[in-house]
């Protein structure tokens, strides 16, 4: 790869050097490598990153979504010190305040939850909500949409990425890693996201067989879904007794308070989330209707299925649900400080109409070098895509000309716009009026370069 960034990232490519002599390709999750190496930060502040060479960059991945408020917000540093100061040490390794607290705050927002459980990340909350759904419902296959990315455990690290449409077979079951069971491409249905008649067909034919579907609502926090599609999957669902899973792990606390179900008003069965929960910090929820969420409680999990209608391959023993780290306070202290700070008035009609500027400015500028493209989105969350054909699907994504977005990408972070080459972007509270010109100027002069004008 030949990327004018690389002359001014020397040292970062000495440090990934170093870092792969001790962890496999220098990256402690795949999803942060890129050709040839990764950046190496080392510090960062509201919209801005900063390198291990002394370069700048306003930041767009905001670590895949996480920092709605941007790095270093004061409202969640000062909660965080004042939270280790105040209990005198680091986690108690029992119950506390602030878990109630948490608790009570996603119950009073979100009309689809009664009761919540902690983990420490997104992956973690959609594992207990599966498994909640396989204890309700006695049944063992769970049904996932093509391209929906919900965490990289077995179960639902199929069809994540499908290479190609292959409308005989479609959609495919197929296997993104290596070290996965048969069983789980074997219990997993794949469905076409915003394809009805299609996912109509497929869940009629397993009706009896599925336990949960679980979707992005969003796909990808940016393709949205038709909402007659949305609106009848909760229909379908709740019809053949399937539990309804939204994974708001990336949309939750970015399409408004309420994620997207909020924004499209549907209420899910279970809900998972995840990133802006925790303020930066690692952190999962999962919540929903009561009776199903006290399926994981030790004194009264095993007691609700045998009174109900309801079965699960044993009886005698409550859904087991733990770790070592869930509900930490640290964690807890930073997201419900931003929580509150979301919750001033005016945040995200900031946030979007700022993104909305963004999102303008940059099809304006493609739209001048002529080359075809859109920004999709919803919310805070968009991504560029080279075609003017509708995108509904990821195949709608994955067909356009991907490496032309990639060298893109390599301009852009020549001119210190910090995306992943090929991801979305997210937006912050801290990428006011002026980063937003500042990023449009920049954004010019790598699309400049790009077709060489
Ligand atoms: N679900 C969705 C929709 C996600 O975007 C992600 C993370 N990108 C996850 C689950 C997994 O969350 P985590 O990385 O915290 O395990």
């Known amino acids: 790869i030949d990327a004018p960034y ?3 990232t020397t040292r970062s490519a000495q ?13 402690t999750a795949n999803i942060k490598h890129f050709e040839p190496y990764p950046i190496v930060m080392e510090s960062a502040d509201g919209a801005f990153l900063y390198d291990v060479d002394g370069n700048s960059y306003i930041d767009y991945n905001l670590c895949y979504g996480a920092l709605l408020l941007g ?9 965080i010190h004042e939270q280790l100061s105040q209990i005198g040490t680091t986690i108690f390794g029992t119950p506390h305040k602030l878990e109630t607290e948490m608790a009570r705050v996603l119950v009073d927002l979100y009309p689809s939850i009664e009761k919540v459980r902690f983990t420490n990340s997104g992956m973690e909350a959609t594992l207990l909500a ?6 309700w419902t006695g049944r063992k296959k769970i049904a996932k949409f093509e391209g929906h990315y919900h965490g990289s455990y077995d179960q639902v690290l ?3 990425n499908p290479k190609k449409r292959d409308f005989k077979e479609r959609p495919s079951v197929t296997s993104d890693s290596y070290g996965l069971p048969d069983y789980y491409s074997e219990n997993t249905v794949v469905l076409p996201f915003n394809d009805l008649d299609q996912t109509a067909d497929i869940l009629k034919k397993h009706c009896d067989e599925i336990a949960a579907v679980i979707m992005e609502p969003i796909q990808g926090g940016f ?13 379908l669902t709740r019809q053949y007794g399937i539990i309804l899973i ?4 990336k949309t939750g606390f970015r399409m408004g308070l309420l994620g997207a179900q909020g924004l499209y008003d549907i209420v899910p069965d279970l809900t998972a989330l995840g990133k802006v929960l925790g303020g930066g910090f690692p952190v999962g929820a999962v919540g929903g209707h009561q009776n199903i969420m006290e399926l994981c409680s030790p004194t009264g999990g ?5 009174a109900g209608e309801q079965h699960t391959s044993d009886q005698n023993k409550p859904l087991f649900h733990s770790g070592t780290y869930n509900g930490h306070p640290i964690v807890l202290s930073a997201g419900l400080a931003t929580i509150q700070a979301l919750q001033a008035p005016g945040s995200y009609q900031q946030l979007e109409e700022n993104t909305l500027q963004l999102r303008a400015g940059i099809e304006e500028i493609l739209r001048r070098y002529h080359i075809a493209s859109q920004t999709v989105g919803a919310g805070s969350i968009f991504n560029l895509v080279l075609t003017d054909r509708p995108v509904r699907q990821i195949q709608d994504v994955l067909e356009t000309d991907l490496s032309l977005r990639r060298t893109l990408d390599t301009y852009l972070l020549d001119q210190g716009i910090f995306i992943k080459p090929l991801n979305r972007f997210s937006m912050s509270i801290a990428h006011t009026a002026a980063v937003i010109n500042e990023t449009l100027e920049r954004f010019e002069l790598g699309v400049k370069r790009l077709t060489g004008k």
């Open 15 to 27: 440090l990934y050097k170093e870092a792969a002599q001790w962890i496999p390709g220098g990256v």
């Open 158 to 160: 199929i069809s994540v």
């Open 223 to 235: 393709i949205p879904p038709d909402r007659a599609f949305l609106r009848a999957i909760r229909e």
């Open 130 to 135: 599966i498994r909640l759904a396989t204890a």
């Open 302 to 306: 095993a007691d609700i299925l045998t």
């Open 246 to 249: 939204f994974d708001e792990v």
């Open 71 to 79: 790095h270093g917000h004061p409202g969640v540093t000062t909660a």
């Open 6 to 8: 690389l002359r001014k």
